[in-house]
């Protein structure tokens, strides 16, 4: 699939947010409740506190004829701290190549371990690049409880 990965802008904001809410929206029930999925991304996406959460993380952006399909975002110690793709886009190399770019910029950047909280959705994806689990994680978002996994690997080269 052709996309292009580049840095965070200002004017991606509001599609970046609802591409967020689609995605984990749209995550079975098997996984996560309603009332979890609604805790993870209220209804409706608060603009404003996106606006100054990505202005801070910067992420990198995942377009396609101009339009968002997933973001991914690196902070300086390794932590892997969002990758989310649109609902059209999901099972298409989407995440896959954000990662590969992450990686790059990571090697880039000095950073030879990686870490990520994956949903139960994303663990699968992060074991196949060879990510492993350290921990289960029992977080509360908004008085719900919900459970992620610390997971460690390495950059791809």
């Not at 377009?63 to 649109?86: A, R, W």
């Not at 492993?132 to 791809?156: A, S």
Request: some cysteine.
């Amino acid at each position: 699939m052709e996309m292009d990965i580049r840095a965070y802008r200002e004017t991606d904001c509001h599609e970046i947010a609802d591409l967020f809410h689609g995605a984990v929206h749209n995550i079975e029930i098997s996984l996560y409740s309603k009332k979890q999925l609604e805790a993870w991304s209220p209804t409706p996406p608060n603009y404003e506190q996106w606006k100054v959460r990505l202005e801070v993380r910067r992420p990198f952006v995942a377009v396609q004829s101009d339009k968002v399909i997933g973001f991914i975002e690196l902070e300086s110690d390794g932590h892997i701290d969002c990758m989310y793709v649109h609902l059209d886009y999901q099972r298409k190399g989407v995440a896959r190549n954000m990662f590969s770019y992450l990686s790059k910029e990571a090697v880039y950047r000095g950073i030879n371990q990686l870490n990520v909280d994956a949903s139960k959705l994303a663990k699968p994806f992060f074991e196949k690049i060879g990510f492993v689990t350290t921990d289960e994680n029992i977080i509360i978002r908004n008085g719900i409880e919900l459970i992620n996994y610390k997971m460690t690997g390495k950059p791809i080269q």
